[in-house]
């Protein structure tokens, strides 16, 4: 899946003097502050991070509150879909006009029919809406199916994807997993025969 | 699996049953609405302008016209099929019509139509995602008709019927959109009914407040909902003055309050609710003081809920964090401090230990503000001395802790004697000996829990001279019962010299609010009183010994009139003695009589004893 990223940065984290008995709780709850909301510098947005106090020097700004400013390391995972890449997340809803998943569980993401290819075609079997491909019988999209899809766009206020499924490596995960790996060992057998 | 039931509903027109027979006019409905949609941004909006025609239609006009409901209904559920087709600049007008309608004006089918289309709209894309949160919490407000007819059925049936859809659809969307909560929870406190509006608006609102904490958006956004919720209740009632209460004329209350008034209660000034104030309550407007008790009966009924489905103690995590922001310093808080009392009598080994325990953490540590402190203990002793429900071994376990604390203290205070030096240690010693007067008798009832209470003399005879700085009605109670108890040998002059006024305490208790600072005395509000009376100790229960020889002005006179006293203390002991041997039955008819009228003559208004007449 992309989108996600690994970051190394060095931040300053300024903390107001009455927090100067516990440091490093006070780095987390600013950093914690930061989590499930876009960034722009860093890119993205900011999922899990891992920090590390290096110096126990810390700069004291001078002002009507001395806050203090002191020098983190950190690591940071970032979730950053950009336009035409790929992503996957869970099918939670599925009806004719649209299929709605979740991705890494708070990403919201929509696939509007008109973004679906001719390929699939909806069919309601036992009271569920499921997208059937009518080349291959057994790539079926259903609730709970994990599906890759490609990103539109990415709405950073809400953290919605819009998605598509036009292109051809797109759909079921499991199914695409399977089918590349078949297509690989057709393409050994091929090549077996042409060299024999 | 709630969650598939949940999404498996018929928001779409193409049924289950029906896909391979699909109403052939239903799918040209939806395709013709996808045409006029899109058709606006090449400039042909006329079908267009006739679908923004039906939805902005007055609701009158639909009282009659089935016709024009049935079109409302179809307009609704065809543009739920075609949300992707919607764009939020070119289709404006469609979009603020829809914005601007409010599910109490529609019937339930038309309801289910546009909810419908709230949730289709809100979780395909992150645009509409804000409006449509918006559009759905406006209708916790209900119209200024259904106000004042809450007690019709029919719109009680209403109230049910659009508030289950609302909630409904929160849920619907927050499965879908994993951050609604905390995009939800900012807009919950934005759209609070403002302050100044004394309706029932305020209730119906807190009402789903509370119902949303119990749902899974609580578990984001539960502290703060209990934070607004909070915030609420105590600003109602620091804003109720003590005439703003009804009082009733039922004696068995006032005697109460006054038995309460003569424990020490008194405040600098107050005047004691004489009678019921007549107050404007046309307009649907009601009373403060009836509003915060309306409030404050939901909160009860929520905490019940909670505990009910066994999450009382995280929600208590919660409530104490904002009962520790806004009401634990707020000296004029009343009643929604019974909030925590209630819910400890709920789950008292939890909740009421908890709160025991974080309000004598919060006394003893040395990082919180000195009026911090001493407002905990007051809570502290307050608590301790009426909840019914606590076990008499951890009254006696706090009352340790409070001592060995005290004792600590003594011993390493420094020369200083001036009372303002040590304000919390004096806050703590009147807290133990607040309690006492309440629990004394239970205590030394247990042989091992009254060997505990050994340490209270050395404090009470340290220099520091607790006695003399503690409010005057508290001490002369205390060493009343001690003295008959047999707790230590009080001498009489020792009682004679505290019951006079001393410097120290009367320019002290003049200007110190936290030394008459008792949060827990008896709840005022009268529905909010009924929930919390069963697990309540009223001062009329408490039975001290020394209450058989009762004088007439006996009481009265130690409170307005220190003086007077000190010549019947001599009495006294050789009346409880003979009291002791007689036969008489020690609550006689004629006693209580003459305890009421004792009481009724009492004047309404009680200076505390630092006026000139007493010395």
Redesign the interface.
């Known amino acids: 899946m992309e989108g996600l990223k690994l970051s190394e940065a060095e931040l300053m984290v300024y903390i107001h003097p009455s927090k100067s008995r516990n440091v490093f709780q006070a780095i987390c709850r600013e950093l914690s502050s930061l989590l499930f909301q876009y960034n722009e510098s860093f890119d993205g947005v900011l999922l899990a991070y891992d920090a590390s106090v290096k110096s126990k020097q810390a700069k004291i700004l001078s002002g009507l509150h001395p806050y203090f400013g002191v020098r983190v390391n950190t690591r940071l995972l970032l979730f950053d879909p950009k336009p035409n890449s790929l992503v996957e997340g869970e099918i939670v809803k599925i009806s004719a006009e649209s299929i709605h998943l979740i991705v890494l569980g708070f990403s919201a993401a929509v696939v509007t029919d008109v973004d679906i290819r001719e390929e699939f075609k909806y069919r309601v079997r036992d009271g569920e809406g499921s997208f059937v491909s009518r080349s291959h019988k057994r790539h079926v999209l259903k609730l709970g199916t994990m599906l890759r899809l490609q990103v539109q766009s990415f709405d950073e206020e809400v953290m919605h994807i819009a998605g598509s499924l036009i292109p051809e490596n797109t759909g079921c995960v499991k199914w695409l997993e399977k089918h590349s790996e078949e297509a690989l060992h057709t393409d050994r057998d091929h090549k077996r025969r042409k060299l024999a | 699996m709630g ?2 039931e949940v ?2 509903d018929s ?2 027109l ?1 049924a ?2 029906l ?1 391979e027979n699909v109403d052939l006019s239903d799918m040209n409905l939806v395709q013709t609405l996808r045409k006029a949609l899109t058709s606006v941004q090449t400039g042909d909006s006329d079908l267009y302008n006739e679908i923004v025609e039906v939805m902005s239609r007055d609701v009158k006009d639909f009282r009659a016209d089935f016709d024009a409901v049935a079109q409302l209904e179809t307009v609704l559920k065809a543009l739920s ?4 087709c919607i764009d939020i600049v070119h289709h404006y007008k469609l979009l603020s019509a829809l914005f601007g309608m409010k599910l109490w004006d529609h019937n339930p089918n038309v309801m289910d139509a546009l909810v419908n289309l709230v949730i289709s709209l809100a ?5 509409y ?2 409006s449509c949160l918006n559009m759905l919490i406006k209708n916790f407000l209900p119209p200024p008709w259904v106000i004042k007819n809450l007690s019709n059925p029919r719109i009680l049936n209403k109230k049910t019927e659009v508030f289950a859809r609302v909630h409904a659809a929160f849920l619907k969307i927050s ?5 609604t909560p ?2 939800l929870v900012p807009m919950l406190s934005q759209n609070m009914p403002k302050i100044h509006r004394k309706d029932l608006l305020m209730v119906i609102y807190v009402e789903n407040l509370l119902k949303l904490e119990n749902s899974s958006i609580g578990r984001v956004g539960g502290s703060v909902i209990l934070n607004v919720v909070m915030e609420r209740l105590r600003d109602l009632d620091v804003e109720i003055g003590w005439d703003d209460i009804p009082q009733d004329d039922s004696r068995g209350m006032f005697d109460m309050e006054l038995e309460d008034a003569v424990e020490g209660t008194i405040d600098e000034g107050d005047e004691f609710p004489v009678g019921p104030l007549s107050q404007d309550t046309s307009g649907g407007s009601i009373v403060v003081s009836e509003l915060l008790d309306k409030l404050m009966v939901i909160a009860f009924e929520h905490l019940e809920s909670c505990q009910n489905d066994g999450r009382l103690d995280e929600v208590f995590e919660l409530l104490f964090q904002s009962f520790e922001n806004f009401v634990l310093d707020t000296y004029k808080s009343k009643f929604s401090q019974f909030l925590m009392f209630y819910a400890c009598s709920l789950d008292p080994e939890n909740c009421g230990v908890k709160f025991a325990s974080k309000l004598m953490d919060i006394f003893l540590s040395s990082r919180k503000s000195p009026a911090t402190r001493r407002s905990a203990v007051a809570y502290l002793a307050s608590f301790l001395a009426r909840g019914k429900f606590l076990p008499v071994s951890f009254v006696a376990s706090m009352l340790k802790r409070l001592m060995d604390e005290c004792v600590g203290y003594c011993r390493t205070c420094n020369g200083d004697i001036r009372p303002e030096a040590h304000l919390i240690f004096f806050s703590g010693c009147q807290a133990i000996m607040y309690v006492l007067c309440f629990r004394m008798r239970s205590i030394l009832d247990v042989p091992r829990l009254r060997s505990e209470l050994t340490p209270l003399e050395s404090i009470l005879t340290h220099k520091l001279d607790p006695l003399s700085v503690c409010i005057p009605s508290v001490v002369a109670e205390f060493l009343r019962q001690a003295k008959a108890d047999g707790l230590f040998i009080v001498s009489d002059s020792f009682i004679f010299n505290n019951q006079l006024e001393s410097e120290l305490s009367g320019s002290f208790g003049g200007c110190d609010k936290l030394k008459t600072f008792f949060p827990f005395d008896p709840c005022l509000l009268k529905s909010s009183n009924s929930f919390i009376s069963p697990n309540f100790i009223y001062w009329s229960m408490v039975r001290a010994p020394y209450d058989e020889d009762e004088e007439d002005d006996f009481d009265a006179e130690v409170i307005v009139n220190g003086d007077e006293d000190s010549e019947e203390g001599e009495d006294e002991d050789v009346d409880y003695a003979m009291n002791k041997m007689s036969i008489t039955p020690k609550h006689s008819f004629k006693n209580q009589m003459m305890e009421r009228d004792r009481l009724l003559r009492m004047p309404s208004r009680i200076r505390p004893s630092t006026s000139p007449e007493s010395l």
């Not at chain 2, 979780?123 to 645009?127: C, D, E, F, I, P």
């Not at chain 2, 499965?175 to 951050?179: A, E, K, R, S, Y």
């Open positions: 969650a598939v999404l498996n928001s779409s193409y289950s049953d896909v099929c075609s949300v992707s979780v395909t894309s992150g645009k995602l804000d499965i879908l959109v994993p951050l905390s995009r």
